[in-house]
């Protein structure tokens, strides 16, 4: 007679209210984000940035502090729960995002931006480990699949929200907007949510387990080399994430129609997300994720090569720029399953290391590629071919030379 699955724990809310809470929460990233990508502009000739490029600052900052903050939330979240941790969080989340509403100099707009970044990374960890209080097995990943299948949505949807403020207020608006979507993630769960975290599972916050378990993160090949190669393609996402605004608004003069441009980019990498999920059960995560890496360095090459010829037009720019991009829908979940591989008896402790490592390297190399605009399209995508080819030779190190491998589980 077969065992009987692990009870679930009684819901505190319904199934369906679980799921948008945590979307919401999650939600809060991709939209002080993709939100603000129509607004850079404005922003730069609001506020005298004198440097075209220096626009950028206001997403990579943002994201450096998303990655840094990631180290600190799965330890404070254990000792004393999730929802105290998180709720102080979203309290100076709240302060920032008013520092960015009044902010006078551009210089105190990037502070603020940077604080919101490592405050919103809060929301990224602990509505992990609420669903994984609240389920587990099966139910878990059920959770999670809709979760994700929403989320899914936000990033294709946020900048023509950002554009829809513009077009009736000043891009302070765009903040007040974040503010009071904040307000209503954190008086929804104050009212609906009780902690979920069970008293005899809190961990004691101790300095040294903590660091010795950090430690342990980087004597593992593959959780140190899919851990650096994530950092490497996180870089070219990110700097996506950075130019796409003057590549497309300003280098095609697409302006207030930039974010149907950015739309269409981020709905493919959103297709393929949903994709991957239907897919690594049949071709493994490395078949899967190693075809999609060198395929993507692939098609970077030859847009790069196109684009040293003096062709650089606005349909197969994005055509190819999309077909790239949708790629890392297929390597980002896989390369970090993969980390995980030796580290699950520390696997909280490994999940903030590889999210601290990818957000920092990823936030730090795209900074960079943005920074080498030049008026045109090809820094982006020679950027990206750069990083393809990086990140294969990092992979190829991790698995001592192999590709495709099956030798070890999937």
Not at 225 to 240: D, E, K, Q, S
Not at 340 to 368: D, K, Q, W
Request: hydrophobic share 55%; proline share 5%.
């Amino acid at each position: 007679m077969s065992p009987s699955p692990a009870p679930q724990r009684p819901m505190p809310v319904s199934l369906a209210e679980l799921i948008a809470l945590i979307v919401a929460m999650m939600a809060m990233v991709a939209l002080s984000i993709d939100m603000m990508l129509p607004a850079l502009g404005t922003i730069a000739a609001d506020l005298g940035v004198e440097n075209a490029n220096d626009r950028q600052y206001v997403i990579s900052t943002f994201l450096i502090g998303f990655g840094v903050a990631q180290l600190i939330y799965g330890p404070l979240a254990d000792a004393f729960g999730r929802k105290r941790v998180f709720l102080a969080a979203l309290g100076l989340y709240l302060i920032a995002t008013l520092v960015c509403i009044a902010a006078p100099s551009f210089e105190t707009l990037l502070a603020a931006r940077f604080l919101q970044g490592m405050t919103a990374a809060a929301s990224r960890v602990i509505s992990v480990a609420i669903a994984r209080d609240l389920t587990s097995g099966r139910r878990m990943a059920e959770v999670m699949s809709m979760v994700m299948t929403v989320f899914m949505i936000v990033p294709v949807l946020a900048p023509g929200l950002g554009q829809l403020i513009l077009f009736v207020a000043p891009w302070r608006w765009i903040f007040v907007f974040l503010f009071v979507f904040a307000v209503f993630v954190a008086v929804w769960m104050t009212i609906r949510l009780p902690e979920t975290l069970r008293p005899e599972h809190r961990r004691p916050l101790k300095l040294v387990p903590i660091m010795q378990a950090f430690w342990e993160t980087t004597q593992h090949r593959l959780m140190l080399g899919y851990t650096l190669a994530g950092g490497v393609f996180f870089g070219g996402l990110y700097a996506f994430l950075n130019s796409a605004e003057q590549v497309f608004a300003v280098h095609f003069a697409l302006g207030e129609a930039f974010p149907l441009a950015f739309s269409a980019v981020a709905g493919a990498m959103a297709v393929t997300s949903f994709a991957n999920s239907r897919l690594v059960g049949r071709m493994g995560q490395r078949r899967l994720s190693h075809g999609a890496l060198i395929a993507f360095t692939v098609i970077s090459l030859a847009h790069t090569a196109i684009l040293l010829t003096g062709y650089d037009a606005f349909i197969p720019y994005t055509v190819l720029l999309a077909a790239s991009m949708m790629l890392l829908g297929l390597i980002a979940a896989n390369f970090s399953a993969l980390a995980m591989e030796p580290v699950g008896h520390i696997a909280g402790t490994a999940s903030a290391a590889y999210g601290f490592v990818t957000g920092v390297m990823g936030g730090i190399i795209g900074l960079g590629i943005g920074q080498l605009y030049n008026g045109t399209g090809l820094p982006l995508v020679a950027g990206q071919a750069a990083m393809g080819v990086l990140a294969i030779g990092i992979v190829l190190w991790t698995e001592q030379g192999r590709l495709f491998q099956t030798g070890e589980p999937d």
